[in-house]
């Protein structure tokens, strides 16, 4: 896979504190190679990746990741080869329980809020890691949580994690 001249893309904006992330689902063949041609394009521009997850048949992968920037990698992939649409998803702390997941889950479930699929996000702050949700409904999913006592996860929040994983 070819790029064009890369030398003109734009830097980015500094992120803003939105309640949800924004998810990339980038396209490519299934091919050797190709995901670690993605990856590199996106080193190249110091974009930091939070969380990726690969999904792949015979012929076509689909790569969703989360990247610390999301304006500077929405710039990035517009000027790339590569096909990717975008989705919010729900960035949530774990809490400090003994089944955090199950406490995060059963929020979601009183409120009727269907989890299409969820995810790790390489991020800790104070000792506490996070997940990535898509939900059925994002705003109710996000009032959901928030009521019962959940911090969300912002992209400002992705910029001021624990330096250390």
């Not at 996106?42 to 521009?45: A, H, I, P, T, V």
């Given at each position: 896979?070819?790029?064009e001249d890369q030398s003109s893309y734009p830097t980015?904006?500094?992120g803003k504190e939105w309640p949800c992330l924004r998810q990339?689902?980038?396209f490519m063949e299934n091919r050797?190679?190709?995901l670690h041609q993605l990856l590199k394009l996106?080193?190249?521009?110091d974009l930091r990746?939070?969380?990726l997850s690969t999904v792949d048949s015979v012929d076509v992968a689909m790569s969703r990741i989360v990247l610390d920037n999301y304006e500077h990698a929405r710039e990035i992939f517009e000027l790339s080869n590569y096909t990717f649409f975008e989705k919010d998803l729900i960035g949530v702390e774990l809490p400090d329980d003994t089944q955090p997941f199950m406490r995060i889950c059963l929020s979601?479930?009183?409120a009727e809020v269907n989890i299409d699929y969820t995810y790790p996000l390489l991020y800790r702050r104070h000792g506490r890691g996070a997940i990535a949700l898509c939900v059925d409904d994002i705003d109710l999913g996000i009032r959901t949580l928030?009521?019962?006592g959940h911090r969300i996860i912002t992209e400002k929040d992705l910029k001021d994690d624990d330096e250390y994983i």
């Open positions: 896979m070819e790029f980015g904006e500094p990339f689902c980038v050797v190679g190709y996106l080193e190249k521009f990746i939070i969380a979601l479930l009183q928030t009521e019962q």
